[in-house]
């Protein structure tokens, strides 16, 4: 998406709710992550959304939209072990 609304179930900001998206549907790290997001220093701003200290709401946001996408694609330890045995 281009654009990006607050969250208000978690407390997130547009620029914040931006990040958690990109960084769990986007196919990218944490630090190209916050610079999708367009935050000004991407590295700094990504570890303190990733510490758990300063900014637990996106690491609790994270965690959910993680577990929605897992049961979206049924990803589960015995698919991951049953894929690896048939390669």
Request: aromatic share 12%; proline share 3%; glycine share 4%.
């Amino acid at each position: 998406p281009t654009q990006f609304e607050k969250d208000d179930e978690f407390g997130l900001t547009e620029m914040q709710a931006s990040f958690v998206w990109h960084y769990t549907e986007g196919a990218c790290g944490q630090t190209e992550a916050a610079r999708k997001a367009k935050f000004e220093f991407p590295a700094q701003a990504a570890s303190k959304f990733l510490n758990g200290k300063d900014y637990p709401n996106v690491v609790k946001a994270i965690r959910v939209k993680q577990d929605e996408l897992r049961e979206k694609y049924a990803i589960t330890q015995y698919v991951v072990e049953d894929n690896r045995a048939s390669v």
